[in-house]
């Protein structure tokens, strides 16, 4: 279960800053840093079962139908994954906080942040190939909004739209 957990926590960020962001922009980080903060805890502290030599499992019928499951994996290397996705991704917080202009709609990029770190981690996790297709399409999807975030310069356009072709064409060659 802490499995699932950690791989909804940066999920559930996504809508932190749109409950917070009417309060300011301190009291927006703080709240939305704390979800991935407490995903990287509970990934810190499932190392001494994984220095055991286990690799952690949790699977969930999800659409029992098509014999699908939500599944999630954590061994050495998905580890290493997501202590630098979950590491970088705070550190990333703490400077958008000083970097945004405080005109801007920090709320919405923060947002964006966290659907990119959910969707990485989830991809470090997934045991399956069908999970592990769709934390790839939510990348592509978190990219090409990070990447656009100001919308109004061309070259961000221009580098969003780039991103979402090559990232779109990975996800097709990925299913292939």
């Known amino acids: 279960m802490t499995l699932l957990w950690i791989a909804l926590l940066p999920l559930l960020g996504v809508l932190v800053p749109a409950l917070t962001a009417q ?16 995903a990287l805890l509970l990934t810190l502290l499932q190392i001494p079962a994984l220095m055991e030599g286990e690799a952690l499992r949790f699977a ?19 580890l290493l994954f997501n202590l630098l996705i979950l590491g970088i991704g ?17 709320g919405r ?16 996790m997934s045991d399956n190939l069908i999970l592990l297709w769709l934390f790839w399409e939510l990348t592509s999807l978190s990219s090409f909004l990070l990447i656009g975030f100001w919308s109004y310069r061309s070259d961000a356009r221009k580098g969003a739209r780039m991103a979402l072709t090559v990232t779109g064409a990975g996800g097709l060659a990925l299913l292939a």
Do not use: K, N, Q
């Open 60 to 78: 969930a019928t999800w659409m029992p139908a098509l014999g699908l499951e939500l599944a999630f994996r954590l061994d050495g290397l998905s």
């Open 90 to 106: 705070l550190l990333i917080l703490l400077y958008a906080h000083f970097y945004l202009a405080s005109d801007e709609p920090f």
């Open 109 to 124: 990029f923060y947002a964006f942040l966290m659907l990119f770190m959910a969707s990485m981690v989830g991809i470090s």
């Open 23 to 38: 309060r300011g922009r301190t009291w927006c980080s703080l709240a939305t840093g704390i979800l991935p903060a407490t």
